[in-house]
């Protein structure tokens, strides 16, 4: 008899959530918009009841490119957005304000963040994914020891293999059955029952 964790989608935010700003950040509610799919795919995976956390690097902020209230703005808008529309939002966010250059642990390709949040919502990372459209969000996924799904066109680094490779949102629900039955080589088989 094992206690029910909860299982958890991980949404790295910029080209993810939202469109990202190239060589830019966003810093403002008006500077903010959804990737096609995104409110169909959330969702989707809320009525699947998997918890939807954010992690973000925002170093645009120890550059001092925007404040933390700015960035909180831009979160309070989009979560106002998803309650309208949806009627769903996500259940947190984390984000990292420190530099690039600082060598953060906390800062993603570190997995910090997502064991944070495992920690706190005893998530299980056997059933639990992060979605990323940088080579740096699936080292943090590989780290925590969760599942891995590189969303875009092209991954340009032939040492990182992501569990799944799609191009949109859409093609995630899609394929999520195959999402859910993939096997990820983390789990932990117990040898005394066989
Ligand atoms: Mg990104």
New binding site residues.
Partial sequence: MGIIQNKAIFF?????INY?PVGDYVKSPDEFSFCPDLFKFLKFIKEKNYLAIIITNQQGVSKGLMTNEQLSKVHNYMQSELNQKISFNFDDIYSCTDLATNKSSKRKPNPTMILEAIEKYNIDKNQSWII???IT?IMAGEKAEIGTIFLGNSLQNPFINPNFKFTNLYQIIENFSKIENFELPFLKYDLDIF
């Avoid at 790295?12 to 993810?16: A, L, P, Y």
Wanted: charged share 60%; net charge negative; aromatic share 0%.
């Fill in positions: 790295d935010r910029d080209g993810v990202r990323g459209d940088s969000d």
